[in-house]
């Protein structure tokens, strides 16, 4: 974990949890990584503590280095779920499609004639729910996108030709307008998460839902101490 997110986490606890105790300097801690767990980390002052604070939690994005084995098992999780929710979601179309027309809408590409509500409010939603799903597996804001774009065109050149051809508007405002929404929500869920309270939780985890689920390692936990003496903190971060 990189120090720059330490002194984040140490400001943020030390401002809502400690206000109004005596400063305390960064010159004055000790930052290290425990033995028995490498992703433990703690940041201390050079004395001891007393006085365990609430156990708390703190929310961020943690981007990491894909293998392309990764890249594909991601890819083919959302591409499976999209074959088997298709029936579902779009039971309409899906009954009036074949294979037949399968071989005959594959490769084109046209202007669809689709409702404005399909174009510019499912289509974006979809399109954030990837952009968010890939966010939470490790990957940065910009792969986030590229991979969204991928996830869209896959759905629209193999799984919907199987009742109509694949939509020009589509491919851009899935993944584009799906993304500008995604990290909308995406800041909104941190802020709100970063509440500390059951009403910013609640609602950050619905504009976010993909916090909820084990893959997701950005939810920090907190462990604060107090040192009576000096005012000083010490906080502990698990993740």
Do not use: C
């Not at 400063?23 to 940041?43: C, G, H, M, W, Y």
């Amino acid at each position: 974990m990189k120090i720059g997110h330490l002194v984040l986490i140490t400001l943020l606890i030390y401002s809502t949890s400690y206000a109004g105790q005596p400063e305390l300097t960064f010159k004055d801690l000790t930052v290290s990584s425990t033995e028995q767990n490498p992703n433990n980390f703690k940041i201390s002052p050079k004395e001891e503590f007393s006085t365990k604070g609430n156990v708390s939690y703190y929310y961020q994005y943690f981007d990491q280095d894909h293998t392309t084995g990764q890249d594909l098992g991601n890819l083919g999780i959302i591409y499976g779920l999209s074959w088997a929710l298709y029936p579902v979601i779009q039971h309409e179309d899906f009954d009036s499609g074949s294979w037949t027309e399968y071989k005959q809408n594959f490769g084109k590409l046209v202007f669809d004639q689709d409702e404005p509500y399909w174009n510019w409010l499912v289509h974006p939603l979809t399109g954030s729910q990837l952009y968010l799903f890939y966010r939470s597996t490790g990957y940065s804001r910009f792969e986030s996108f590229g991979m969204t774009f991928l996830s869209s065109a896959l759905w629209e050149f193999t799984i919907e030709v199987y009742s109509e051809p694949a939509s020009i508007q589509d491919l851009y405002q899935t993944p584009v307008l799906g993304s500008l929404l995604g990290f909308g929500l995406e800041t909104l869920s941190m802020a709100l998460l970063n509440q500390n309270n059951p009403m910013g939780t609640f609602f950050g985890s619905i504009f976010n839902l993909y916090t909820l689920f084990w893959w997701y390692d950005g939810k920090i936990q907190i462990v604060p101490s107090y040192y009576k003496k000096t005012g000083t903190v010490t906080i502990m971060g698990t993740f």
